[in-house]
């Protein structure tokens, strides 16, 4: 009877809000940080510090960070400085080297230990959540084509304009891809395409290219559509859409998402709640 009572126990929505604000009230309690200093509830991240950040992320990538990147890199340093805090505060340094990123790797391993203990769906949850999410798992339409290439290279100013003459001459033919390979000029990939996904023709003409196609009239030829290779005209033979399939069907697929969204929004409201206990300073901004 206790074992089925702390199984329900731990599935109740609010039991790991719970478990959390109890980890980050003992937080709070068996703090070594004198709260009567100014800074105890600062986080100050220096010029010197971003700067530091700036060139860990040229010397990766060789380039400088976007603004968007170093904020990312910057909110990433605040988060790693508060689980420090906090990991020192729970005495989770005691007879071990202190490294901070041992003792932020510690803090995070307990909220994530606290927050499995309620992530497990029942099957209400499965099908409340599959009804708000079910586009996400309908396969993507897949599409067939026959494209002509245009090679600017080879006919420069006319190639838009050789483009519309072949393009009338496809148009008139009653079987519209018999002997296309005869048109254009030659390409180093496929002139045929059958049962692709967009994201495969993204990768292979780009994605613009891919969009394109994907909103043409199955049926006729048409053009000139533009990819980074040059100028295609492009017969689609189908689309194929498919149905949402039903949820038995892809049920450990749904699963998987539920943990991760509710993991993912558990984990930040946890972190939200850690630092709202601090003064955060940006040197510079």
């Not at 200093?37 to 100050?44: E, L, N």
């Not at 420069?156 to 008139?172: C, K, M």
């Amino acid at each position: 009877m206790l074992r089925r009572f702390m199984v329900d126990l731990v599935r109740q929505p609010v039991f790991h809000f719970v478990l959390l604000g109890a980890l980050l009230g003992v937080a709070l309690q068996w703090t070594t940080v004198d709260r009567g200093q100014q800074d105890a509830k600062t986080i100050r991240i220096t010029t010197t510090e971003i700067a530091r950040l700036e060139a860990g992320w040229r010397a990766r990538w060789n380039r400088a960070p976007t603004q968007d990147e170093l904020n990312e890199l910057i909110d990433a340093q605040v988060r790693e400085v508060a689980l420090h805090r906090e990991a020192l505060a729970m005495g989770l340094d005691r007879n071990e080297p202190v490294v901070r990123r041992v003792l932020v790797q510690k803090l995070e391993q307990i909220a994530r230990n606290l927050i499995e203990l309620s992530l497990a769906p029942t099957d209400q949850d499965l099908e409340e959540y599959y009804a708000e999410n079910a586009e996400r798992y309908r396969p993507p339409p897949l599409i067939t084509f026959t494209h002509v290439f245009i090679d600017p290279d080879r006919r420069g100013e006319q190639t838009l304009s050789d483009a519309d003459e072949i393009l009338a001459e496809l148009q008139r033919r009653d079987r519209p891809t018999e002997g296309a390979q005869e048109f254009g000029d030659p390409f180093m990939l496929q002139r045929y395409y059958p049962q692709k996904d967009r994201q495969r023709i993204a990768s292979l003409f780009g994605k613009a290219f891919a969009d394109a196609v994907f909103d043409l009239e199955p049926g006729r030829w048409h053009g000139p559509v533009l990819s980074g290779y040059g100028t295609h005209l492009v017969y689609v033979d189908a689309v194929t859409e498919y149905p949402i399939p039903a949820l038995d069907d892809v049920r450990d697929r749904v699963t998987q998402d539920w943990v991760d969204d509710n993991r993912r929004t558990i984990t930040d409201q946890y972190f939200a709640d850690l630092l709202a206990q601090y003064d955060v300073v940006i040197e510079g901004s």
